[in-house]
């Protein structure tokens, strides 16, 4: 069976990530794109669209005008959150680029949408789909490390600053590098401890490095009067079990421990960092060991790899929850307490208070 599928967005992410990988997936036929500037839709289609593909302006047009089995929402984080639940009540399963949405309240809309209309949502957390990821995922639900009590999850840039688009508008996007990369950091370490269910955050955001002029940057300098968003951002969380996690992310920040979407873990009976590929350390007979994890999957001339790509078999994976009708990798209530707790550290940073959380 193939899915029809509406691409909502046909910017960067949707061309760097979404598109390509789709275009990858033999159930997925991309039959409508949409885009608030018409030549992009128009550009995405000529690209990635089936012959007949349709373009346009405006997303409900597209949502009542075309039969639709899924949606690729690849928007400014803003406009996440209605845009999804358009698409859903209009019978769409929707897979959401991430962050879920600028704020909690935005993502419990999309979570109470899916529950009413019974159609599937999934965030695109794809860091989630990466070899090292998927083994050390496996390695914690086996229990190798015991009970995590203690986590980094590390989104740090030295001079990464996005300047294109909306990246640098805080009303657009609800923040700059913890909620753009920092998500990413966070939902790998939560999801390594399978652990939901924070007690408080304490957290603090900076904008020192975003008002220096014609800056060193991967991008070429930022506009100082345009960077309404932190430059870096960093927080605490402790967990209702007692466990806690150190958050750090940053798009401009004077270290040279450069590391993004990545976490470091800390069990009662073993430890894993991802700082140079993948390491598995531990105690074994009273002596101390570090395991080096192979990842790659090469060994013969032609090939050299570290197996599919994260955001094909991200795609893949969600195509075939639908189809199949089984539950996504990336669950909603999973990246709803991501957001959670990302709106609980700029709240902290604002206020210099910490912030508690309630569990229903």
Request: hydrophobic share 35%.
């Amino acid at each position: 069976m193939t899915l029809k599928i509406g691409i909502i967005g046909c910017g960067g992410i949707a061309n760097g990530k979404h598109m390509p990988a789709l275009k990858e997936v033999a159930e997925a036929k991309m039959i409508s794109f949409c885009d608030t500037i018409p030549e992009r839709a128009q550009k995405a289609k000529e690209e990635f669209g089936a012959e007949d593909a349709t373009v346009y302006t405006d997303f409900k047009e597209m949502l009542e005008q075309e039969d639709l089995d899924l949606v690729h929402v690849c928007t400014p984080n803003d406009s996440h959150s209605f845009i999804s639940v358009s698409a859903m009540e209009s019978g769409c399963h929707v897979m959401c680029e991430k962050p879920m949405a600028k704020t909690s309240a935005q993502a419990l809309k999309m979570i109470e949408a899916s529950k009413r209309t019974g159609m599937k949502l999934t965030i695109g957390y794809q860091n989630r789909f990466r070899t090292d990821s998927r083994y050390l995922h496996q390695v914690c639900e086996e229990g190798a490390l015991g009970d995590i009590y203690f986590a980094k999850a590390h989104a740090i840039r030295r001079r990464a600053v996005p300047t294109w688009g909306v990246f640098l508008n805080e009303e657009a996007q609800g923040g700059g590098p913890l909620i753009d990369i920092g998500t990413h950091a966070l939902d790998l370490t939560l999801w390594m401890m399978n652990n939901y269910k924070p007690k408080y955050v304490v957290g603090n955001t900076y904008h020192e490095l975003s008002k220096t002029p014609n800056a060193a940057n991967a991008w070429g300098p930022w506009d100082p009067e345009k960077f309404t968003v932190e430059d870096s951002a960093f927080g605490y969380i402790v967990m209702e079990n007692g466990a806690s996690i150190f958050l750090e992310s940053s798009w401009a920040l004077n270290s040279l421990g450069v590391k993004e979407a990545k976490t470091t873990l800390m069990g009662n009976k073993g430890g894993a960092d991802m700082n140079n590929g993948l390491t598995i350390n531990g105690e074994d007979h009273s002596l101390l060991y570090e395991k080096q994890i192979e990842l790659q999957t090469g060994g013969v001339d032609f090939y050299d790899g570290e197996g599919d790509k994260p955001e094909v078999l991200e795609a893949q994976s969600f195509i075939n929850a639908i189809l199949n009708d089984t539950e996504p990798v990336v669950k909603p209530e999973e990246a709803y307490v991501v957001t959670r707790i990302l709106e609980a550290i700029y709240e902290s940073s604002k206020t210099g208070k910490p912030v508690q959380f309630e569990h229903k």
